[in-house]
């Protein structure tokens, strides 16, 4: 009788456990819902052409400027992200501000979405624009763990790329970076 009462208390106190577990994952989902803006996919003239030429090979040595908004960046992310289902992301948001970056969008986990957001400056390493992630949210708190480790090694690939491009100014305003380089 004794270890029948045991066992009926273990088995209360585990359904207490995935009932709190439950909730608790309930309540994070409904933090998916995106208070900013939704940037539609659109890859603007602008960005297409140097891509085309980046694509092409075509313009070797010849010098590029592009002066590209919060909403580009967003809209442009989002034409990026759209259709690659390999991505766990959506709903990107991106504020350019004189002293970094401000990036929000919904990560994609578990079959959830929840906010994530990052704060970056950005510098330019031998004609390559380099982020240095200062803050780090998901959910409005601090990332867990597996969210800094996924940035890690998206930036450890990224560090490695040879891109096809070397930026020669980079400035960030308010709302705004001007970006100039030339095509290699």
């Known amino acids: ?36 803006p939704e940037a539609a996919p659109i ?20 010098p590029f400027r592009l002066v590209i908004t919060d909403k580009m960046a ?16 959506s709903r990107p948001y991106v504020e350019i501000h004189p002293d970094g970056v401000v990036a929000r969008g919904l990560l994609h986990v578990g079959g959830l979405r929840t906010p994530v957001m990052g704060r970056a400056t950005v510098t330019l390493d031998n004609g390559k624009p380099v982020g240095h992630v200062q803050e780090l949210g998901m959910g409005g708190a601090t990332a867990p763990n597996f969210l800094v480790d996924m940035v890690a090694q998206a930036q450890a690939v990224y560090d490695n790329l040879q891109l096809p491009i070397e930026l020669t100014r980079l400035e960030l305003r308010e709302g705004e970076a001007v970006v100039e380089g030339v095509y290699r």
């Open 74 to 89: 967003a809209d442009t992310i989002a034409w990026f992200i759209d259709g690659r289902d390999q991505l766990p992301f």
């Open 1 to 36: 009788m004794k270890t029948q009462l045991m066992r009926s208390k273990n088995l209360w106190i585990a359904l207490v456990l995935l009932l709190a577990n439950g909730f608790a994952w309930l309540l994070l989902s409904g933090q998916g819902r995106a208070d900013w």
């Open 43 to 62: 890859l603007y003239p602008e960005v297409a052409e140097i891509r085309a030429h980046w694509q092409a090979r075509d313009a070797v040595g010849e």
